[in-house]
């Protein structure tokens, strides 16, 4: 989801706000158990958001407990309300990095990436003071419907009475495609193996001169 309303994003389902998020405020309305649309409606009073998927502001927003509490923590710790913190940017780039590390593994090529790479050093490491609360990205990501919801691949095939069952990535015997890989990277190594000696062994040839 992007931080701001509309632009490139997929349109998601309507939830439920949590019953166990924080109480509201006194003289605020309680939001608990009411159904949370993702999009803005067709007759929306501006224009430009009409149809337009929501972004995390707004659904933050709207769960109005968990924006005051949020705004309540940054005013007492003079802090800025921010989208995604540095931190949470620093962690998903270490998980980037771990991502490429596994899969140039599983290609063959752990030389080209080590995970020295992915090692955050201690000023990188994110603070252990209201982590929960560092960034509204952060904030929504820990919503038990976000956490708890399902991919849409998922969701599809149980809605047809199917089982649905995720492979550990990158494993050599319960995904068929890494014993093709594999063989076909043997297949090129012996190529390329063959074509180096046919190289090396090859007799020069000379010109005849007449």
Known sequence: ???NPGGKQKRLHDTIILLNNPD???GEDDTHGQVQHMYFPDDFHDPKLQGQAKGVWAVLMERKSIWDKYA???MVCKAKIVGKCASCTKLQTHKDAENRVAMAEAMGQGDAATMED???TESEM???TNDEWCC???ILSLQEDFQTEKPLVQS???DAGHVCLFLPHFHCELNVIELLWGFAKHCAHAYLSHMHESLIFRPPR???IC
């Open 136 to 138: 509204m990205h952060c």
């Open 72 to 74: 309540a923590i940054c």
């Open 1 to 3: 989801m992007n931080i």
């Open 126 to 128: 994110p603070s252990s």
């Open 156 to 158: 599809i095939i149980e």
């Open 118 to 120: 992915t090692t955050l």
């Open 206 to 208: 000379y010109r005849k």
């Open 24 to 26: 509201p405020t006194s």
